[in-house]
């Protein structure tokens, strides 16, 4: 397990998972260790996968200042993993909550980035928040599921603020409610950091208008991909995250839901190889 210090002295930790040109992995949650994300599909197989465990979560330290959790403070970790790793450039890719990290690091050091992949990633930092009635829209899609009945009253009232998450409606955010997503889900209870958690998009994290002005900048290729089931973002909603970049793909996954390496690994790691087959750019000498 590879372990660097950040620029705070926090010691921090990334998982390695198969062979070839690394892809830097940043997990969501938001804050939520790495393990979840498995080898996403087989990507593994196609690239070296290097799984970030942001700081507070999994393998990496808790920092000193606990409000270093915050989304934009943790740029500067994505960079120290990026000079650990010997990189002028590097591809990466992001999930969920894992997208506005990513989305900030590009703003910041675009010339550091040479392909980006923003997967089913709720668009925080652009000024564009995944609303309840997104969540609910989505949600009826299942109504023919033999789930649904016992799971759409206590989702509504999570999102109406009125009760806690309940296992009963874990099944919205996978596109398939099969054995696979049921050990997936089971296993997601102890991989959080709630404190953590708190921090990532408090007051100061996001300022989507400096954010999009600097994303002009970004000459970079990125792929949005959202997945069709998925609430969080809708695929309406990440198609408008999407145009905010100079140069983007959109993609829906057919089927998918928030978790879409695990709804068709297949169909998932083919399509997320082919776009970062192209990554292979001339490296610039100053950023």
């Not at 930790?13 to 949650?29: K, Q, Y």
């Not at 989305?103 to 910041?108: D, E, G, K």
């Not at 923003?118 to 789930?147: C, F, S």
């Not at 695929?235 to 793909?249: D, G, M, S, W």
Request: with cysteine; aromatic share 10%.
């Amino acid at each position: 397990m590879p372990t660097f210090t950040a620029p705070d002295g926090t010691e921090l930790a990334c998982h390695v998972r198969g062979d070839g040109e690394p892809l830097v992995v940043l997990p969501g949650g938001p804050m939520r260790a790495s393990r979840y994300l498995g080898d996403l599909g087989g990507l593994a197989a196609h690239r070296r996968l290097v799984l970030l465990d942001l700081r507070g979560t999994g393998d990496s330290a808790s920092p000193e200042d606990p409000a270093s959790y915050r989304c934009d403070r943790l740029v500067e970790d994505v960079e120290a993993l990026r000079v650990h790793l010997g990189l002028e450039r590097m591809d990466v890719l992001a999930h969920s909550a894992g997208g506005n990290l990513a989305t900030l690091y590009a703003a910041r050091h675009p010339r550091r980035v040479a392909r980006l992949a923003l997967i089913t990633a709720t668009p925080w930092a652009l000024g564009m928040p995944v609303t309840a009635e997104d969540r609910l829209a989505a949600a009826r899609l299942r109504k023919d599921e033999p789930w649904f009945a016992e799971a759409i009253a206590p989702f509504e009232k999570w999102l109406a603020g009125e009760g806690d998450f309940d296992p009963a409606f874990a099944p919205f955010f996978y596109g398939r409610w099969d054995e696979a997503a049921r050990q997936h889900d089971a296993r997601g209870d102890d991989e959080y950091s709630d404190e953590a958690a708190d921090v990532y998009g408090s007051e100061g994290a996001y300022d989507p208008p400096a954010t999009r002005s600097a994303l002009t900048g970004l000459a970079s290729p990125v792929l949005v991909l959202a997945g069709e089931l998925d609430g969080g973002p809708r695929p309406e909603l990440a198609r408008r995250a999407a145009q905010v970049f100079p140069n983007a793909e959109f993609v829906v996954q057919p089927g998918a839901g928030h978790f879409p390496w695990l709804d068709d690994p297949g169909w998932f790691s083919r399509r997320v190889a082919a776009f970062f087959a192209g990554s292979t750019t001339p490296l610039p000498t100053a950023e």
